[in-house]
């Protein structure tokens, strides 16, 4: 069974920083795409920021220039390094893993992490 761990999360000052860390756990043979989505109250879940296993990164317009989206392919884990943080950063964000292989050959298309709270106060 693979779960995505989420860790990180927290209370935090606006222009703090705080860095978010995810790992995949089980037998992973690949993951394709990493990523960092985030749902703020009333409002739909975001995608914040992607990385493929090559590297290739994507963020979010509101969060360029401000986190710094890393990859560990051998730990199968991915990091958000957020800096400069705002009010509007405030939300659950959730860890996502994309076309996933185990070394069973079982495949999930899509896997969720359980979400961590990130609080931006001003």
């Known amino acids: 069974q693979v779960q995505l761990v989420e860790s990180g999360g927290g209370l935090v000052q606006a222009g703090g920083s705080l860095r978010l860390s995810c790992a995949a756990s089980?037998?992973?043979?690949?993951?394709?795409?990493m990523g960092w989505y985030r749902q703020a109250p009333g409002k739909q879940r975001e995608l914040v920021a992607s990385?493929?296993?090559?590297?290739?990164?994507n963020y979010a317009d509101s969060v360029k220039g401000r986190f710094t989206i890393s990859r560990d392919n051998a730990k199968n884990a991915v990091y958000l390094q957020m800096n400069t943080l705002k009010p509007e950063d405030t939300a659950v964000y959730y860890c996502?893993?994309?076309?996933?292989?185990?070394?069973?050959?079982?495949?999930?298309?899509?896997?969720w992490g359980q979400g961590t709270l990130v609080t931006v106060s001003s």
């Open positions: 990385i493929t296993s090559g590297g290739s990164t």
């Open positions: 996502n893993a994309a076309r996933v292989t185990t070394l069973g050959g079982n495949r999930y298309l899509e896997l």
């Open positions: 089980g037998s992973i043979f690949s993951i394709n795409a």
